[in-house]
């Protein structure tokens, strides 16, 4: 019934309704809105509904970067209201698809417009083109709005040059159903204004003027008391006739079901593109020499909105030479304009660092994943430890500036050769006494540090650790020493360099799809079954980056895999598919 | 007398004909008219010098049955199936068995029913008592439906700070909860003294209307170190926590689609509940499934 009116474009808020980390709630043909603006200054315009239960968002809270639930703390990402943590849950990364509905906005003449289905641009008003527009207090009106418009053409008012006088007449320039253009003369003064019409349900509506010109200072208030005195008698005179008038019934906006998981899928299984496919088109937008042999990039969207992420995600990026690689996301919480990636040159690598270094500039455009999570932050922690070697830093600075945005308590261990190598020294500056530098230290002394830091674990503590192998192996040798339990060590690999043995060959047995396969030497399990038409997600496929893992129903695994934690292979329930094998005969996997 | 139009009356059997509680007895004078809704349909209610109750239906103007159980006012608008629950540490003398205040809320009693059996927003709404940040993961606990035909949850836990009014420090606390009805249910708290024994909380939720009710708890405390007034005090301290949230629930009516909001694993015992509200055809307070 509403569905002309729900393609045009209206005033929702006025600017001054998103103060500073500000919710406000926002209605617009029986829509409800929660509106916000982050720190960034990106004004986000969503179903005021959170997905869990429903509970209004216009009485969340707003962090700056995110919008968090009152009721059971789920936070939304700035931008694209996609979920990015569920305190009921700490230890997994919620499922992608838990995305709020959001509706477009723009700040313009000091309002904030949207529509529920944009057909088109808004319009610029020829009037309100110059920079010094004044908008007037809006005027809540218990009335439609085609009846508030119909009185408001007549609307009389006084230039603001010319405030105390009384003999001003105005003058309608033009007017359409929500929108009318009035100039009111007084002698050598006159005055432009625009007034639209917001059309809050069937019989609410908001008058929203907007004056051509800013009066001068001293004139300023008595101006907006001269409206808000006229608009308020006008508002009297319309909802007196209204009453007099059948009441319609309110509008009932459609509230769409999430697309998020069906029962009996309530966990967390995001379900990820197939294989290893590249959807997002991003440009380089600025490229620097953030550290000593470390570069870093700023990747934009050129496909319309970048995907929520989480900190500790990945993602693959296709590189102009043909190669995959992984990168973490170094993004704070609700930074959502950008992806920031670091990349170490590595002379002896496989070339993927010496593409990034040598031939990826500025302007140019990758290919690269949505990003994955494998490696999630859980926020439930009393106390944080992150100890990040080298280029580790990248996954933890996404952590740790999340926990730091929060405020919950944390140390950031980042072990370099030296200050030249620390990379994003701006951002860790803003966060010094969370940091804690460790330079130029031996293998010797870098152990000696970690008994340091590792010394007194208590319950609910959480080490995450990112870093080359040998410093890896040796935080995780000496945090098992101190008494710290495995769920509580957290680590992520760059890469793996296992010696993988692919000598065996053994039968698999696909439980859901009802199939057995053979894998023969030299095959992987990922490569036997892309080969038979089964595409499981995967990035690294090399056993590091835990995203093409699969349940183990029956058989006994053989891992080469370091993305699972000793207990993990011990109990024998998942394997990565890229590079682990059978010790039994048979596996029977569920896929 | 006419209704709003969103307010139908209520066209479940199982509801027509059960009991309600609608009024803490305490609150009732004698001799004096008292005027409530029960699933829509206005009623009268009367206590005589006797303190013997009656109970009319006022758009029919025809008497009621009704009866007084447990300290509240019960109502059936219909002809009853089978008596108020029953509740056997009611009984028990080294228990407080006290009215918890009736408070009322503008949304469906069964999505007051669905917040009492939910732990995962204790460190958000009841910060400080029933939960406190950063210790809000639910672990995983069991639910099923019993031969009796009740929603069961046992090997709930949860971290709290003050697990009541005389827990002194954070521990964990195990709960049971347990749906008699679709709009009466209860939840069994270790006790911070007699470990080996349980508090118990019932919810009696009287349906208003669609999208109002009014929470009748009734506690029965262990005697060991708390008074009655404390009881009370800390169930209405705890409502009145509840309310704004729960007020600010869109829609008001419980959706039964599994699809209409997103269920996690914390919410296993809500998922049961739903449908078996679905399964046995309750739609007074709903929104029904289409599937
Ligand atoms: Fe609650």
Not at chain 1, 505 to 515: G, K, P
Not at chain 2, 58 to 79: N, Q, R
């Amino acid at each position: 019934m509403n569905e002309a009116a729900q393609r045009i474009w209206h005033p929702i808020a006025s600017s001054t309704d998103l103060p500073f980390r500000h919710t406000y709630h926002g209605q617009l043909l029986g829509r409800e809105f929660a509106v916000w603006r982050a720190d960034d200054g990106y004004v986000n315009v969503w179903e005021n509904r959170c997905l869990h239960r429903g509970v209004r968002l216009s009485i969340g809270i707003n962090d700056g970067t995110e919008l968090k639930c009152q009721y059971h703390g789920w936070r939304y990402a700035n931008r694209t209201a996609g979920c990015t943590y569920i305190p009921a849950h700490p230890a997994d990364a919620p499922a992608r698809t838990i995305c709020n509905q959001t509706y477009p906005a723009i700040e313009r003449y000091g309002l904030i417009w949207s529509a529920e289905a944009p057909v088109g641009e808004l319009a610029y008003i020829e009037v309100l083109s110059g920079s010094a527009v004044f908008p007037l207090r809006g005027i809540a009106v218990n009335a439609p709005a085609k009846l508030v418009m119909q009185k408001l053409v007549t609307y009389q008012f006084q230039p603001s040059g010319q405030i105390k006088g009384q003999t001003a007449t105005s003058q309608l320039l033009s007017s359409s159903d929500d929108s009318c253009h009035l100039a009111a003369t007084d002698g050598a003064h006159s005055t432009t204004a625009v007034f639209f019409v917001q059309p809050v349900d069937a019989g609410r509506s908001v008058i929203r003027g907007v004056l051509a010109e800013t009066p001068a200072d001293d004139l300023k208030r008595p101006v907006l008391y001269h409206h808000n005195q006229l608009l308020t008698a006008l508002r009297e005179q319309v909802e007196q006739e209204f009453s007099t008038l059948p009441q319609p019934a309110p509008f009932a906006p459609v509230i769409a079901p999430p697309s998020a998981p069906t029962l009996p899928d309530i966990d967390f299984d995001s379900p990820s593109p197939r294989g290893r496919s590249a959807p997002l088109r991003v440009q380089v937008s600025k490229k620097w020499m953030t550290a000593l042999d470390i570069a870093a990039f700023d990747l934009v969207s050129i496909t319309g909105q970048l995907p929520t992420y989480q900190p500790g995600a990945h993602i693959d990026v296709h590189m102009p030479n043909g190669l995959i690689r992984q990168y973490s996301l170094t993004n704070g919480p609700g930074e959502t304009d950008k992806y920031t990636i670091a990349v170490k040159r590595e002379a002896a690598s496989g070339g993927g660092s010496l593409c990034m270094h040598g031939q990826v500039r500025e302007g140019d455009v990758l290919a690269i994943s949505e990003p994955r999570n494998n490696f999630p932050l859980r926020r439930d922690a009393i106390q944080t430890v992150f100890v990040a070697g080298g280029i580790g830093i990248t996954p933890l600075l996404a952590m740790s500036r999340t926990l730091h945005h929060s405020g919950l308590p944390q140390t950031l261990h980042y072990f370099t050769q030296s200050r030249d190598h620390i990379a994003f020294p701006e951002i860790l500056g803003t966060m010094a006494a969370t940091v804690q530098h460790h330079l130029n230290l031996s293998p010797e002394e870098t152990a000696g540090q970690l008994r340091g830091i590792l010394e007194s674990y208590k319950p609910a503590m959480h080490l995450y650790v990112c870093g080359p192998g040998p410093m890896l192996e040796a935080t995780r040798k000496i945090a098992d020493d101190l008494g710290w339990p495995e769920p509580a060590v957290h680590f992520e690999y760059f890469k793996n360099t296992n010696e993988i043995d692919d000598s065996s060959q053994f039968e698999i047995n696909l439980a859901r799809s009802a199939m057995t396969l053979q894998v023969a030497a030299g095959k992987t399990i990922l490569e036997t079954l892309r080969e038979n038409g089964i595409e499981l997600p995967s990035s690294c496929e090399q056993g590091a980056c835990g995203t093409c893992v699969v349940d183990i129903l029956e058989g006994e695994p053989e891992h080469h895999d370091v993305f699972l934690s000793d207990g993990e292979k011990q109990s024998g329930k998942r394997l990565m598919t890229c590079v682990s094998r059978a010790k039994s005969n048979r596996l029977v996997l569920d896929i | 007398m006419t209704l709003h139009p969103k307010i139908s009356r209520c066209a479940d059997p199982q509801l027509v004909n059960d009991w309600h509680s609608v009024a803490d007895m305490a609150t009732l004078a004698t001799k004096r008219i008292h005027q409530t809704r029960l699933l829509g349909v206005p009623v009268r209610l009367e206590v005589h010098t006797n303190r013997q109750p009656t109970a009319q239906r006022m758009d029919l103007g025809i008497a009621i049955d009704s009866v007084e159980k447990y300290g509240f006012l019960w109502l059936c608008l219909g002809t009853p199936q089978r008596p108020p629950p029953e509740i056997p540490e009611a009984r028990e003398t080294d228990r407080h068995c006290v009215t918890g205040g009736s408070i009322a809320l503008n949304v469906s009693g069964l999505r007051t029913v669905e917040n009492f059996l939910d732990m995962g927003h204790f460190p958000f709404i009841h910060t400080d008592w029933l939960g406190v940040e950063p210790h809000t993961e639910v672990p995983p606990y069991k639910v099923e439906i019993t031969a009796e035909n009740e929603v069961l949850a046992t090997e709930c836990t949860f971290f709290q700070p003050v697990a009541s009014p005389t827990a002194k420090g954070g521990f964990m606390v195990e709960y049971v909860y347990r749906i008699l009805r679709p709009y009466t249910v209860c939840l069994y708290k270790s006790n911070p003294v007699q470990t080996s024994r349980m508090d118990s909380i019932y919810l009696f939720v009287q349906p208003v209307d669609e999208e109002n009710c009014v929470a009748h708890p009734f506690l029965c405390y262990l005697k060991d170190g708390i008074d009655a007034p404390t009881v009370r005090w800390f169930m209405q301290l705890i409502f009145a926590q509840d309310k704004p949230i729960l007020e600010n629930q869109l829609p008001k009516r419980l959706p039964l689609d599994p699809r209409a909001e997103t269920p996690i694993r914390a919410d296993a015992s809500s998922i049961c509940y739903r449908r078996w509200l679905r399964d046995q055809n309750i739609s007074y307070g709903a929104i029904p499934s289409a599937i």
